[in-house]
């Protein structure tokens, strides 16, 4: 079936370095994109989303690219804090009313000082 | 606003036990999700609802059943709870926007930690 996955699902960085996390997509027909952060014991977070009709959306620290050619998305995070370590997940959908997301398996951020 | 709202944060049943799960939200949201997170996982549709008295099955609904009988409330319940069913519970609200050309963000509550022993 259709689903959204994670290519690593570790990434370790560096205080200040810029991180960029990657999610690709197997259904062809999504046209919504959206990326959520999770903190231990917290339910998901919105970051940023972007449509099909898109190919960048910046938000701040946060760049979404979207490659529909290759169904790939990516999540870049400027100067990367250590409050930004937690769990990241892309999710899809069709964007038809009430549709729900389908979510990938999640990228574990950890940002050391 | 509270925004997502769900009860209890904690919860362990032995096998063969019933429970409910209460999920509200104050955000006037037509849209809401039951979904279930198992470690190492994304989050795992269970049933949805696209409005007052609708309910609809997601994913993995088997086990599971829920009620929508207020815009505010989605109440999700096991009628005999198996050790497969322990898990985070989340749910979410979402609005309806494609009018404005808007998405489908949804909002999440702060999580149900069920075991089932």
């Known amino acids: 079936g259709e689903s959204v996955g994670l290519h690593l699902p570790t990434l370790s960085v560096q205080e200040g370095d810029n991180s960029i996390i990657n999610c690709a997509y197997s259904?062809?027909?999504?046209?919504?994109f959206i990326w959520y952060k999770q903190e231990s014991g917290k339910g998901p977070q919105f970051i940023i989303d972007?449509?099909?009709?898109?190919d960048k959306r910046q938000g701040q620290r946060v760049t979404v690219l979207l490659n529909k050619t290759v169904k790939h998305l990516s999540l870049q995070i400027a100067a990367t804090q250590p409050g930004d370590s937690a769990v990241y997940f892309c999710?899809?959908?069709?964007?038809?009313?009430?549709?729900?997301?389908?979510f990938g398996k999640g990228t574990t951020l950890s940002v050391s000082s | 606003n509270a925004g997502v709202t769900q009860t209890p944060k904690f919860r362990v049943l032995k096998t063969g036990q019933s429970m409910t799960l209460l999920c509200a939200q104050d955000?006037?949201?037509?849209?809401m999700y039951w979904y279930r997170q198992d470690p190492g996982m994304g989050l795992r549709l269970i049933h949805y609802?696209?409005?007052?008295?609708?309910?609809a099955k997601g994913e993995v609904p088997d086990g599971y059943n829920v009620s929508r009988l207020k815009k505010q409330n989605f109440l999700l319940g096991l009628e005999s709870a198996a050790p497969s069913q322990t898990s985070v519970y989340f749910c979410?609200?979402?609005?309806?926007?494609?009018?404005?050309?808007?998405?489908?963000?949804?909002?999440f509550g702060p999580g149900t930690r069920l075991t089932v022993l």
């Open positions: 979410a609200s979402s609005y309806y926007a494609m009018s404005s050309g808007g998405g489908n963000e949804q909002f």
């Open positions: 972007i449509r099909s009709n898109m």
């Open positions: 259904n062809s027909a999504s046209d919504y």
């Open positions: 609802s696209v409005g007052e008295g609708t309910t």
């Open positions: 955000m006037n949201h037509e849209y």
């Open positions: 999710a899809e959908t069709p964007n038809q009313a009430g549709t729900a997301l389908i």
